[in-house]
């Protein structure tokens, strides 16, 4: 079945840092890519997504590319501020009979920044 | 636009009492999915419905758990004689039914922290 791989936390950078979070998949099929972000007490949100190959999708100065070849959506940041402390969820999504789609997530990578 | 309502935030049951978790979707979306997130891992898929319809159920235990949504009202999660084993976040998710489903990103509610004692 598909599966989603992340590497695992915390990550603790310093502000301004450059930050990667790496994400490997695998799945039958084109899936479309995504990450989520989840503060303290709250559900996820969606920081980015990348529906096929080479695509990169990008927010907040986060970006990630669709790498078919590694199965591969890597998150990254050029440099990282104290509001970014959160934990970081990989997944792919997987069409489902009646048009709706299935998410499978990673185990997520929670990240410190200080100061 | 509301996002997505979860209620209750939080919800502590004595083992074997019955658990009422409720979900209203954001406005316009059909179709509502349900996840539980353990302790220190990722969210699971449990199940996929549509008003009055489940449409996929393959991620949700074949005992004690059920789900629907009816065609007025939320969505409601039931776990019956709850165990310690259920003490989880649940979360619920909805998107809108368009033609290509596949990339259409599902907005989550803050979820619903379940005790069990």
């Known amino acids: 079945g598909d599966s989603v791989t992340q590497m695992e936390g915390p990550v603790t950078l310093s502000e301004e840092a450059f930050l990667t979070i790496n994400c490997t998949y695998t799945?039958?099929?084109?899936?479309?890519l995504f990450w989520y972000v989840q503060y303290p007490g709250e559900g996820l949100q969606l920081l980015l997504k990348a529906t096929k190959a080479d695509d990169k999708g990008s927010n907040k100065g986060f970006e990630a590319t669709y790498r078919k070849e590694t199965t591969s959506f890597h998150l990254e940041k050029g440099s990282v501020q104290v509001s970014d402390s959160a934990v970081y969820f990989c997944a792919l999504s997987d069409t489902l009979t009646g048009g709706g789609n299935k998410l499978t997530f990673g185990t997520g990578t929670q990240l410190k920044v200080e100061l | 636009n509301a996002g997505v309502m979860q209620n209750p935030r939080h919800l502590v049951r004595r083992r074997g009492q019955e658990a009422r978790l409720r979900c209203s979707p954001m406005?316009?979306?059909?179709?509502v999915y349900w996840y539980r997130q353990l302790p220190e891992e990722g969210l699971k898929f449990m199940v996929y419905l549509q008003k009055e319809n489940i449409i996929d159920e393959s991620g949700m235990p074949k005992e004690r758990f059920s789900a629907e949504f009816p065609k007025e009202g939320p969505s409601i999660l039931r776990i019956q004689q709850v165990v310690r084993g259920d003490s989880a976040a649940y979360f619920c998710?909805?998107?809108?039914?368009?033609?290509?489903?596949?990339?259409?990103?599902?907005?989550f509610g803050d979820g619903t922290r379940l005790s069990i004692l």
């Open positions: 998710a909805s998107s809108p039914q368009t033609g290509a489903s596949g990339d259409q990103p599902q907005h």
């Open positions: 799945a039958t099929g084109y899936p479309s």
């Open positions: 406005k316009g979306h059909s179709h």
